[in-house]
């Protein structure tokens, strides 16, 4: 069970890309779910140039001085948009979620009480409803990454994660390599840092419509782009300078 009496303050981060039929739904959700309930949290809503109305909806938001609203001028993509944020995050403690209402909030609380005993908790997609193909690229995608890598890792791509402020601010110092399944490549640099990764299990659904990050045509050309990438990834790893976390 949580500790009630001793509780820290988490930057909450979402990607957000025309969600607008989901969007207002889960802002309330994190307020009423975590913000209400640790005090000086902050939820950091990168909008990634929506052009559904998404923007007016989280626009509507902003008088809470908990939400911040980072955005541009442009579309970052995902991977940009992503290390931006974690670079305002101003707590000890980032809990990414990915968005279209996928995941209960509810079951942050699982992560968060596992926080000082490990660097990064990885919330495990356990009990699925989504497509039967992504189940199964998932498990595969999985296999090659412990394989290759000779690394035990698991549902290393999840888009429901908390990480510390330390390893936030190393992760987001190195250059990250990918476009795409960015959260797999940090689960592999937070691994070979020499940190703590824990896996908590928890619920998944599917979206209503398509995937707005990855949609099923671009899947497999995604995974193709960054299983390219794995020998210089790996090479990284192998490096013996490579920077170790202090825990």
């Not at 820290?8 to 957000?16: A, F, G, K």
């Not at 992560?111 to 495990?124: M, N, Q, S, W």
């Not at 299990?201 to 995974?223: H, W």
Request: aromatic share 10%.
């Amino acid at each position: 069970m949580v500790n009630h009496s001793d509780q820290e303050p988490v930057s909450v981060i979402l990607i957000v890309h025309n969600e607008a039929d989901t969007i207002e739904k889960e802002i309330q959700d994190i307020q009423k779910v975590i913000l209400s309930r640790l005090p000086g949290s902050e939820l950091i809503i990168a909008e990634d140039g929506s052009t559904d109305g998404t923007k007016e909806i989280i626009t509507g938001y902003l008088q809470n001085p908990d939400i911040i609203h980072s955005t541009g001028g442009q579309r970052k993509g995902y991977t940009r948009a992503l290390r931006d944020a974690m670079k305002i995050a101003k707590n000890p403690y980032i809990f990414f979620s990915d968005t279209g209402s996928k995941f209960d909030m509810d079951d942050f609380w699982k992560l968060y009480e596992r926080r000082r005993d490990h660097e990064l908790i990885i919330g495990v997609r356990a009990k699925r409803t989504d497509q039967l193909h992504r189940r199964f690229l998932t498990l595969a995608y999985n296999f090659i990454l412990r394989k290759y890598f000779k690394v035990d890792v698991r549902d290393a791509d999840s888009g429901f994660r908390i990480y510390n402020r330390a390893l936030g601010d190393k992760l987001c110092s190195e250059n990250w390599m990918n476009t795409a399944l960015i959260s797999s490549e940090l689960t592999l640099r937070a691994k070979f840092s020499g940190v703590r990764i824990g896996y908590v299990e928890i619920n998944y659904r599917q979206r209503s419509g398509i995937s707005r990050g990855l949609p099923p045509q671009k899947m497999l050309n995604a995974i193709i782009g960054v299983l390219k990438n794995f020998p210089r990834l790996k090479s990284t790893f192998s490096s013996v300078t490579y920077p170790r976390l202090r825990r």
